[in-house]
């Protein structure tokens, strides 16, 4: 196969995969890049047929009427705002719950980063909201909760999945903010758990109940960790 032509540009590529694209917006860079190949008989590179994709996700969502050589300036946040309505439109195939998280960057950028994920049918991440805010604060998760109600998790009764961080359970109490169906994160209780109590069989135990599918069977291992002493234990 001959090596890329200058002139098969992501123009020309975008033309190509559009009707793929359009059938199918998540899929695979390396499929259209196969099948580039075959029609044209050059190379082309991954990231030239990614912009390719990206032009004809644009048009396909933006519901602009720039021409292509419009849409080769594209600002940065005008592309973003793409692939978060794809990931919004994909939400609604996903499971009906919703877990969020706080993170602090460190360095240059010291900030707090927000972060909303979902998960598919086979249990696949899939990140649907962010925010980078000053602080990790009631206002700022009542900013960023309220918008991801309001904006992504439109469906009723979401269920959303949090550590039990101060600033998330008042912005989750005050008014207007959207969630009406709300739990802990297994992982964080279990971590907070093991640092007051330093028995790994409690802690199995503890895992067991929060996994439980019937109410009799949690309760037969919560009576377990309360029949030894969590502190003294191995």
């Known amino acids: 196969m001959s090596q890329d032509h200058a002139q098969l540009d992501s123009k020309v590529i975008c033309h190509h995969i559009y009707p793929m694209v359009q059938a199918n917006a ?7 890049q196969g099948s580039v190949e075959s029609a044209y008989g050059y190379k082309v590179s991954y990231k030239k047929v990614w912009h390719a994709k990206q032009k004809a996700i644009a048009k396909i969502y933006g519901d602009r009427e720039e021409s292509y050589d419009q849409l080769e300036d594209i600002s940065t946040n005008y592309k973003l705002s ?5 990931l919004i439109e994909t939400f609604k195939h996903c499971m009906p719950l919703v877990s969020v998280d706080g993170i602090h960057l460190y360095g240059k950028y010291a900030r707090t980063l927000l972060m909303g994920i ?3 049918g086979n249990n696949n991440i899939l990140p649907i909201a962010f925010a980078i805010v000053k602080r990790e604060n009631t206002d700022s998760w009542f900013f960023f909760l309220s918008n991801l109600k309001r904006h992504v998790t439109t469906q009723p009764r979401i269920l959303l999945i949090s550590d039990r961080h101060a600033a998330i359970k008042a912005a989750l109490e005050r008014a207007g903010c959207g969630w009406k169906h709300n739990v802990y994160c297994v992982r964080h209780i279990v971590s907070n758990f093991a640092t007051s109590f330093k028995s790994k069989e409690a ?25 030894e002493d969590p502190v003294t234990s191995p």
């Open 26 to 32: 998540t899929i695979c860079i390396k499929v259209l």
């Open 203 to 227: 802690k199995r135990h503890l895992v067991n109940a929060a996994y439980s599918k019937t109410q009799e069977l949690a309760q037969y291992y919560i009576e377990l960790i309360s029949s």
């Open 82 to 86: 793409f692939q978060l309505t794809l």
């Open 118 to 120: 979902a998960q598919d």
